[in-house]
């Protein structure tokens, strides 16, 4: 079975797949969802851990957790779109210690806020920057 049949066969309709090439693979999950399928990439399926990012788009805040599955060369990010004002998530570094870092310059530039972070201390904004202010966000719709 290959990988996306294994995240169809754990996570059915709870994930929308689509291919937008043969070696790169984007998953539509809520954000309730994306700690679970994040853990099942890495922990079940083997995929290592990436980075994350960020886009500040008019219907919220979209983050994408990016895995990479090095035997496949296969890239599957992982999407998941946060409403605004008050953007918020699980975050998946309790248990995926490399996520740590990026989840606090998410943070610190668009204002997430990141639900079980071991360490939500601000990453890259000094510690007089203004609270509610954030440099990636725009600043009207």
């Given amino acids: 079975m290959d ?3 294994k995240i169809r066969a754990e996570f059915g309709e709870r994930v929308d797949l689509a291919f937008r090439s043969p070696k ?4 539509l999950v809520g954000k309730g969802d994306l700690p679970a399928v994040a853990r099942f990439l890495f922990a079940e399926l083997g995929a290592r851990f990436c980075t994350a ?7 919220g ?4 957790y990016h ?3 090095d035997q496949l060369s296969l890239m599957v990010s992982l999407r998941t779109l946060l409403p605004k004002p008050s953007p918020q998530i699980e975050s998946i570094a309790p248990f995926l210690k490399g ?6 310059e998410i943070a610190d530039l668009f204002g997430v806020e990141f639900l079980g972070h071991p360490d939500p201390r601000r990453l890259i904004l000094p510690d007089d920057w203004p609270e509610g202010e954030y440099p990636y966000l725009r600043s009207s719709d």
Avoid at 24 to 27: F, G, I, N, Q
Avoid at 99 to 104: Q, S, Y
């Fill in 99 to 104: 996520a740590e870092w990026v989840e606090r």
């Fill in 61 to 64: 805040i979209e983050i994408l």
């Fill in 67 to 69: 895995f990479f599955f």
């Fill in 24 to 27: 790169r693979l984007y998953l």
């Fill in 3 to 5: 990988v996306a049949e």
């Fill in 53 to 59: 990012s960020a886009v500040d788009t008019r219907a």
